[in-house]
T-cell receptor
Framework: KNEVEQSPQNLTAQEGEFITINCSYSVGISALHWLQQHPGGGIVSLFM???GKKKHGRLIATINIQEKHSSLHITASHPRDSAVYICAVRRGSNYKLTFGKGTLLTVNP | EAQVTQNPRYLITVTGKKLTVTCSQNMNHEYMSWYRQDPGLGLRQIYY???????DKGDVPEGYKVSRKEKRNFPLILESPSPNQTSLYFCASSLSGAREQYFGPGTRLTVT
């Protein structure tokens, strides 16, 4: 079993829909990252969080340390949100990152 | 402009021919890291560096070497590349290991 599991693997939505992508992990962590990768490959960091909730524009990330679970929400989705969303965890006191396999989001107009 | 640069962006080479992929950042970041991305396996960490002269292994270090002689540069060295090192490679940096990371544009390497 992978240390970091994302669901769903693929997600298709209509423009304007509320999107939720989930990340579960099985190890102790000190922080969790959400990344976005558009077709063409570039990777952008969206959030880094170790507790609670963070919001940036239409994106919201939450984490529940006790349940070892994080969610990324996108409100009022738009075709430009189409990308692969990747969850990564920093384990314990070291600075290694372990990644989920990503969720491919397609938002249709 | 704050950025992480990688060179080359694309490289096709043959088995056994030593190569170096350069990574440079202009943000005075202490932490730098190398990842590879493969279909079905996702991103995996190769090596990371907390500061000059401080490096440590990630999850897939075999077949790779790194050095951190200057704060801004973190080259990835493949001394004897093999076809299983064909991959998309990303370099990243951050202010510290505990901060968000900035990624380079990627280097697509093919080893025949």
């Amino acid at each position: 079993k992978n240390e970091v599991e994302q669901s769903p693997q693929n997600l298709t939505a209509q423009e304007g829909e509320f999107i939720t992508i989930n990340c579960s992990y099985s190890v102790g962590i000190s922080a969790l990252h959400w990344l976005q990768q558009h077709p063409g490959g570039g990777i952008v960091s969206l959030f880094m969080l170790s507790s609670g909730k963070k919001k940036h524009g239409r994106l919201i990330a939450t984490i529940n340390i006790q349940e070892k679970h994080s969610s990324l929400h996108i409100t009022a989705s738009h075709p430009r949100d189409s990308a692969v969303y990747i969850c990564a965890v920093r384990r314990g006191s070291n600075y290694k990152l372990t990644f989920g396999k990503g969720t491919l989001l397609t938002v249709n107009p | 402009e704050a950025q992480v640069t990688q060179n080359p962006r694309y490289l096709i080479t043959v088995t056994g021919k030593k190569l170096t992929v350069t990574c440079s950042q202009n943000m005075n970041h202490e932490y730098m890291s190398w990842y590879r991305q493969d279909p079905g396996l996702g991103l995996r960490q190769i090596y990371y560096s907390m500061n000059v002269e401080v490096t440590d292994k990630g999850d897939v270090p075999e077949g790779y070497k790194v050095s951190r002689k200057e704060k801004r540069n973190f080259p990835l060295i493949l001394e004897s590349p093999s076809p299983n090192q064909t991959s998309l490679y990303f370099c990243a940096s951050s202010l510290s290991g505990a901060r968000e990371q900035y990624f380079g544009p990627g280097t697509r390497l093919t080893v025949t």
